[in-house]
Nanobody, 125 residues
C-alpha cells in the first residue's frame, strides 16, 4: 500500500513563504508525476502544480505562476512545493498526489493514483 504524507503547512502572514513536503512510501511505489492540489472550505479541489516525467516538466495554475515552485527531492519518493508571496486567497488544505504513468489531464484529480491526507495552509492579511 502506498502512502503519501505532507508536511510544512501552517499559519503565515500575507507575503510570507512556506515549503510543503510530500514523502511517499510503500511497496510498488512509482511516481511518474507528483501533483499538488488545494481545497478551500466550500470549494472544489483545484489543481496547483505538477512535476512529471524524467525531464521534470512543471506546470502551474495561473494564479500561482511566479510565486510557487514544484520540485522533486534527490529521492524519487520526495517532492516539494515552495510557496512565496503568499496571499490570503491561497488559504486551503494542500494535498500531494502521485500518478504512476503518463496522464494527459494532469490538472484533474482523477488522473492521480494516490493522495496524501492534506496539510493546512492559512495566510492572514
Amino acid at each position: 500500500q502506498v502512502q503519501l504524507v505532507e508536511s510544512g503547512g501552517g499559519l503565515v502572514q500575507a507575503g510570507g513563504s512556506l515549503r510543503l513536503s510530500c514523502v511517499a512510501s510503500g511497496r510498488g511505489f512509482s511516481s511518474y508525476a507528483m501533483g499538488w492540489f488545494r481545497q478551500a472550505p466550500g470549494k472544489e479541489r483545484e489543481f496547483v502544480a505538477v512535476i512529471r516525467g524524467n525531464s521534470g516538466s512543471t506546470y502551474y495554475t495561473d494564479s500561482v505562476k511566479g510565486r510557487f515552485t514544484v520540485s522533486r527531492g534527490n529521492a524519487e519518493n520526495t517532492g516539494y512545493l515552495q510557496m512565496n508571496s503568499l496571499k490570503p486567497e491561497d488559504t486551503a488544505v494542500y494535498f500531494c498526489a502521485t500518478a504512476s504513468g503518463y496522464r494527459g489531464t494532469y490538472y484533474l484529480p482523477s488522473s492521480y493514483d494516490y493522495w496524501g491526507q492534506g496539510t493546512q495552509v492559512t495566510v492572514s492579511s
